[in-house]
């Protein structure tokens, strides 16, 4: 009912930058709060930021100050600006959003999954 597709992550060198996307479409009657998790190898996996509906933000306290958290309410779009990565931030970037669907429940969905990569 509900997609959740990503942009592609990538590699990228200590202290450099990257945008992140993740756009949901189907049956959508209202998006609540979207956020983005990541789990690195042998990790679990762990909230990084989440957005409301309404704007309001909360992040990690690994990441605060270096990442943004974003969404764009007419396109169903959330986003994360990473800037001034870190080799700790390498781990698999996951976007989450809480739906409600049109004549059906409220629930989660998840996007595939993408690789961030920090190393030199």
């Known amino acids: 009912q509900v997609q959740l597709v990503e942009s592609r992550g990538g590699l990228v060198q200590p202290g450099g930058s990257l945008r992140l996307s993740c756009a949901a479409s189907?049956?959508?009657?209202?998006?609540?709060?979207m956020g983005w998790y990541r789990q690195a190898p042998g990790k679990e996996r762990e909230l990084v930021a989440v957005i409301t509906s309404g704007g309001n933000t909360n992040y990690i306290d690994s990441v605060k100050g270096r990442f943004t958290v974003s969404r764009d309410n007419a396109e169903n779009t959330v986003y994360l600006q990473m800037n001034s990565l870190k080799p700790e931030d390498t781990a698999v970037y996951y976007c989450?959003?809480?739906?409600?669907?049109?004549?059906?429940?409220?629930?989660?969905?998840w996007g595939q999954g993408t690789q961030v990569t920090v190393s030199s």
């Open positions: 189907g049956t959508i009657f209202s998006i609540h709060a």
């Open positions: 989450n959003a809480d739906v409600t669907v049109v004549s059906g429940p409220r629930a989660d969905y």
